[in-house]
């Protein structure tokens, strides 16, 4: 789950991560208001979307005079933002973020995120901020400097001291960045994060180090643990379908493609869109529905499914293991008469109760295309929109 920069900066702020102040407004009365209490008569205004590159798309803007700022609050309210990491469509901006104005003397990278490779969290500095990191690593590798902290140990001194001498901070600001290392880790690991990026960390007028800009990802699978950040959710910003999947414990997300997938199990749904892709078809989703599938949930899937526009055909792949073939075969036959599905729907069951499964469609009067493997499951979904695409 990712949080807007206006909740993240709330984060640092109870971690003692200095930020500059700022206000997230929702209307224009309360843009005009909290730029006044602000006070000046500059300020930042940034466009509140889980997506980057919002700089370059024009959803961050320096701002003089009240005018100016009612008129680009009024352009970006509403609007949808376009980013090169945004959806097709953009994210729809329904939050601003008034900021203070910083002097800017240096810009800063500072992040942290899991390294698979070590199974520890990784610090990442460059002196490069304000730039996209995954420019600097491709070509300039050598202005990132990385860090893996021991989770027993927590983060050292000395790798503190290491990151603060390859930015080029002078001792006032080294030992800054001590305190601010040593708050974000503890942020990362008192919130189950699974990222947080300062980009940039500036280095100000005063010479003290700020973060002008955050980025918060926090571990789904550890939002239990979390429900006052779950309680932050902006739905606005998902894909509508993917939010109501959460609903129901379906895993999924859409995809461009024409043959939706219902498959229980996430290798089996990785090995289903393989292998129409091998075919000459695309995948119109992943869809997980889990082992333990049952025939309500079939039906919220199959409801999913259909409220695609661009799905042409369903194949349905189920290995009945934890689950009885039969019982699925119910749960689609229900779901099918339920939903009211106008598209030719591909079945392969296999496994515990699977002759008692296909018996059951074929007696259903409904018109289910069954299949003995995956690979006939494939080749029938895909001639079902028209052949190879």
């Known amino acids: 789950m990712n949080l807007h920069e206006y909740q993240a900066k709330k984060l640092f702020e109870d971690y ?21 209490d602000l006070g000046g008569d500059e300020w930042v205004v940034k466009a509140q979307v889980h997506a980057g590159g ?8 320096l701002v003089k005079g009240r005018e100016k700022l009612e008129s680009l ?42 390294d698979r490779a070590s199974r520890r969290i990784a610090i990442m500095a460059s002196t490069e901020g304000g730039m996209d990191i995954e420019e600097v690593a491709a070509t300039q590798p050598e202005k990132i400097i990385s860090v893996i902290v021991d989770p027993i140990l927590g983060i050292q001194e000395h790798q503190c001291r290491r ?58 699978n550890a939002l239990f643990r979390q429900p006052h950040l779950e309680e932050w959710r902006d ?16 895993n999924y997300i859409t995809l461009d493609g024409n043959i939706a997938c219902m498959v229980n199990g996430a290798g089996l749904a990785m090995a289903t869109m393989d292998i129409i892709k091998i075919h000459g078809g695309e995948p119109a989703n992943f869809l997980d529905v889990g082992g333990g599938a049952t025939a309500e949930r079939v039906a919220e899937a199959f409801k999913l499914i259909v409220s695609d526009s661009n799905v042409e055909a369903i194949l349905v792949n189920i290995f009945g293991g934890i689950v009885r073939c039969d019982l699925i075969a119910e749960g689609i036959i229900k779901a099918v008469k339920e939903v009211g599905v106008n598209v030719p729907v591909v079945v392969r069951l296999e496994g515990t109760k699977v002759e008692e499964g296909k018996k059951a469609l074929a007696e259903s009067g409904l018109t289910l295309i069954t299949a003995d493997d995956l690979g006939d499951a494939a080749e029938k979904a895909v001639a079902a929109v028209g052949g190879k695409q």
């Open 16 to 36: 003692g991560i200095p930020v500059p102040p700022g206000k997230p407004a929702h209307s224009i009365n309360e843009v005009l208001r909290y730029a006044s």
């Open 54 to 61: 919002r700089g370059k798309a024009g959803g961050v803007k």
């Open 73 to 114: 609050a009024r352009s970006l309210l509403g609007s949808q933002l376009i980013t090169k990491q945004s959806a097709p469509h953009g994210q729809p901006v329904n939050c601003l973020l008034i900021t203070s104005i910083s002097e800017i003397e240096s810009e800063l990278y500072l992040g942290m995120v899991v």
């Open 163 to 220: 990151i603060g001498f390859a930015l080029g901070l002078d001792s006032k600001q080294r030992k800054q960045l001590n305190s601010i290392l040593k708050n974000l880790y503890a942020l990362y690991i008192d919130s189950d994060l699974s990222l947080v990026e300062i980009n940039p960390l500036i280095i100000n007028g005063s010479g003290d180090l700020e973060a002008i800009d955050a980025k918060i990802g926090i571990d789904d």
């Open 235 to 250: 739905p606005s910003q998902e894909d509508e379908k993917e939010s109501i999947a959460k609903r129901f414990d379906l």
